[in-house]
């Protein structure tokens, strides 16, 4: 379903993003890149919603190479293709159902949302997303009245109300504490797996990513350096991805059931 053909890019000031990217992600599939600072990450996730703008070879996404991309097909695109931040983008003073109403813009068009104008449809899908991520209970508040986890899960509300086929979440958990990362990646495998959405992770945690992901990425300098199932990995697999040794502060860790670290 995303296929990179070689792919690199070159950023305007002669930074190599990405080199030579060869992959194929299949539709439904759980797929996390690792790698550190610098790595390229953000620069490949951000390819596949033309964020940026790879500089050479192919990018498919249903077979159809998206990189020359423009207006009309580009928006197409940003529908299809949904998108999650570490700092959530909501309009902190709109309401948390105007928020997440927000990911029918792409289907809806945008004067009619600008006048409020989504249908009673569009209405109930925004809050069953809500109810998905389990956070219906805050549909009336102002989005900058939540915490930071469940500010992430209306955000994830708001992509499942976009019914998008891929969602890419860059760095989803970097600004929340270990239970609440736990909590938000649960969220983010349990729709992959409900509705078949291909997802693509960034974390640079690597606890999170043995334990989230079917498939990891492992990228240093622009290259991909491993691709793997997650089944198949252990921490000499990040130290090759790494290029050091593993370090304490590359673990998110997390609570058991007690709530003992
Ligand atoms: N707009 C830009 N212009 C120039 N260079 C850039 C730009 N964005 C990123 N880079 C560079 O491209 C390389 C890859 O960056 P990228 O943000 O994709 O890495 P990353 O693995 O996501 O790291 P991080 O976790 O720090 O965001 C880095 O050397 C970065 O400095």
Do not use: C
């Amino acid at each position: 379903m995303i296929e990179f053909k070689d792919v690199s890019l070159v950023y305007p000031n002669g930074t190599q993003g990405l080199k030579n990217i060869n992959l194929n992600i299949k539709e439904g599939e759980f797929v996390v890149i690792v790698g550190l600072s610098g790595a390229g990450k953000s620069t490949l996730i951000r390819s596949v919603n033309r964020m940026v703008t790879p500089t050479g070879g192919e990018l498919l996404v249903d077979q159809e190479n998206i990189l020359p991309y423009k207006n009309r097909k580009l928006r197409e695109l940003r529908t299809k293709v949904g998108m999650i931040f570490q700092n959530y983008n909501l309009v902190k003073r709109s309401t948390v159902m105007k928020n997440v109403i927000a990911g029918r813009l792409g289907h809806t068009g945008t004067l009619k949302s600008i006048l409020n104008l989504y249908s009673k449809e569009d209405m109930s899908l925004a809050y069953q997303s809500l109810q998905r991520v389990n956070i219906s209970d805050k549909v009336h508040s102002r989005a900058d009245q939540l915490s930071g986890g469940q500010q992430q899960r209306v955000s994830i509300a708001r992509v499942l109300t976009q019914q998008p086929k891929v969602i890419l979440a860059d760095e989803p958990v970097a600004s929340l504490d270990p239970p609440t990362s736990h909590q938000v990646m649960t969220y983010l495998r349990k729709v992959n797996k409900e509705d078949n959405i291909t997802t693509i992770v960034n974390l640079h945690f690597i606890d999170m990513a043995m334990e989230y992901a079917d498939r990891i990425i492992g990228m240093r300098a622009g290259e991909v350096v491993f691709d793997g199932p997650a089944s198949t990995v252990n921490e000499s697999t990040f130290e090759e991805i790494y290029g050091r040794k593993i370090r304490e502060e590359d673990m998110v860790g997390g609570e058991d059931d007690e709530g003992n670290s």
